[in-house]
């Protein structure tokens, strides 16, 4: 069941991210002292009472000025209303009631969703009540006084704002959304993307660079399944990022990372393979991430039957330890083969969260020593594998029991993990082996009787 939707409506700077951080007991929404860091609509989960809801936190409002972005914001604004059960308006109680916040409440007059008023900045109760006062002009029904860093109000606030809101309705069995997580560098068109799976401007986009600033949740059906799409800030090099919104934006994006199921590795087909890419691949990798390549502005590329297999055969050379991730090409701008992300993705999660029996495991290796042996150290000692099971999902992890890791090279662990894969499967997906000597075992095992002993 979809929730009710709270859209958070102001001009710039009134600390609306703070307020949705505040609602929401979260620190998602990139908060900072300069006017016009969130542009997109941003999503966020809030409850209070018997109720649960979403609140969609948007640009600052700005109606004499269109230079950079403000159109856009104002259209991200405007289907954040068409959505939502209420409009939450925040105001400065600090600055009084200004010209801007007078044209946003004309504005809001027209559109027919039910508005409540929030006077932010009030620390002081007695004098928050002063505050508040002067904004009863706008004509928007009560002011409320509320401090969002504090708190100091938000709880009467929330409490009429719940009363707009229909009671949650608890769905027994309902599954998890799949989080697919949209990563790149700047300008490789993830914003795009996520615009032409969506069928709607979902982000804003902008040759600019830095555009997307906050991590963009969208929840959509397909496959027969629930994804919540997270769009993130492009990723730069970590020396060329200053201090301020883009720093906390791409700090977002790794956490994106590390919470998705899935992602969606965004190259440029006119760019290829750049060291950041091979960086951001290597941090897929590292996180145990599920892993779906994307080739962006394939329309742009001049090319014939022959093209493809060899671009494709050039990407995999420089993301070779992303040799098990399927490729796609597309183009978010024409729409092409974008919607086939969905079920290379999903095979992706399905390998994932895949277990597979000791026994099938065992059957794999041993048809690997048949056809390659351990190799034999300088000493003349043999590398001996007993046997191995799975011991852990999201990535799929095993065990190999061995006589000495320390026998088996990088070389041999490459071959078995290759044996693994060529025998399972696991495609879309990283593994993880572990190789435990004798030694260790018997560790354990001495471990275990102590701590028995212990009891």
């Not at 290759?418 to 572990?434: D, Y």
């Amino acid at each position: 069941m979809a929730l009710p939707v709270v859209a958070i409506i102001g001009r710039p700077n009134v600390g609306k991210s703070t307020l949705v951080n505040r609602l929401c007991r979260s620190r998602e929404a990139i908060v900072h002292d300069q006017p016009g860091v969130t542009r997109d609509r941003t999503y966020q989960e809030g409850y209070w009472a018997d109720r649960t809801f979403r609140v969609v936190d948007t640009g600052g409002l700005v109606f004499d000025d269109d230079s950079e972005f403000l159109p856009e914001i104002r259209e991200q604004a405007n289907l954040a209303l068409a959505e939502a059960a209420v409009a939450l308006v925040i105001v400065d109680g600090q600055q009084g009631c200004t010209a801007a916040d007078q044209s946003i409440a004309e504005w809001l007059r027209g559109q027919g969703v039910p508005t409540l008023l929030a006077v932010n900045k009030c620390e002081s109760p007695d004098a928050g009540l002063a505050m508040a006062a002067e904004f009863w002009g706008l004509g928007l029904g009560e002011p409320f006084p509320i401090s969002a860093i504090h708190g100091a109000g938000t709880g009467d606030l929330l409490d009429k704002v719940v009363s707009f809101l229909a009671p949650t309705e608890e769905q027994e069995g309902e599954e998890e959304p799949i989080q697919l997580a949209i990563i790149g560098r700047p300008n490789v068109g993830k914003s795009s993307l996520l615009n032409a799976v969506c069928g709607e401007n979902r982000a804003i986009v902008s040759p600019i660079r830095g555009t997307t600033r906050d991590t963009i949740d969208t929840t959509i059906d397909r496959e027969g399944k629930t994804w919540k799409l997270l769009d993130t800030a492009g990723i730069r090099r970590r020396r060329s990022v200053s201090y301020g919104p883009e720093y906390f934006g791409i700090n977002r994006s790794f956490k994106a990372i590390e919470r998705s199921d899935v992602c969606v590795l965004v190259i440029d087909a006119l760019d290829g393979v750049t060291e950041q890419d091979q960086r951001l691949a290597g941090r897929i990798e590292e996180d145990g991430r599920a892993c779906v390549v994307v080739v962006n502005k394939w329309d742009a590329i001049e090319k014939d039957s022959h093209t493809m297999p060899a671009m494709e055969k050039e990407l995999r050379a420089k993301l070779y330890f992303l040799d098990w991730a399927p490729m796609l090409f597309t183009s978010a701008l024409s729409g092409q083969r974008v919607q086939a992300i969905f079920p290379l993705a999903l095979l992706a999660v399905e390998q994932h969260r895949r277990r597979v029996t000791t026994s099938v495991v065992n059957e794999v290796l041993t048809e690997a020593l048949s056809w390659r042996t351990p190799p034999t150290s300088r000493g003349g000692r043999q590398g001996r594998l007993y046997y191995g099971t799975q011991v852990a999902v999201r990535p799929p992890s095993f065990t190999l029991f061995v006589n000495e890791p320390k026998l088996f090279g990088d070389t041999y662990r490459r071959y078995v993990e290759r044996q693994i894969r060529e025998g399972l499967g696991f495609e879309g997906t990283p593994i993880k082996l572990f190789w435990r000597g004798k030694q260790q075992r018997d560790a354990e095992k001495e471990l275990a009787r102590t701590q028995n002993r212990g009891r």
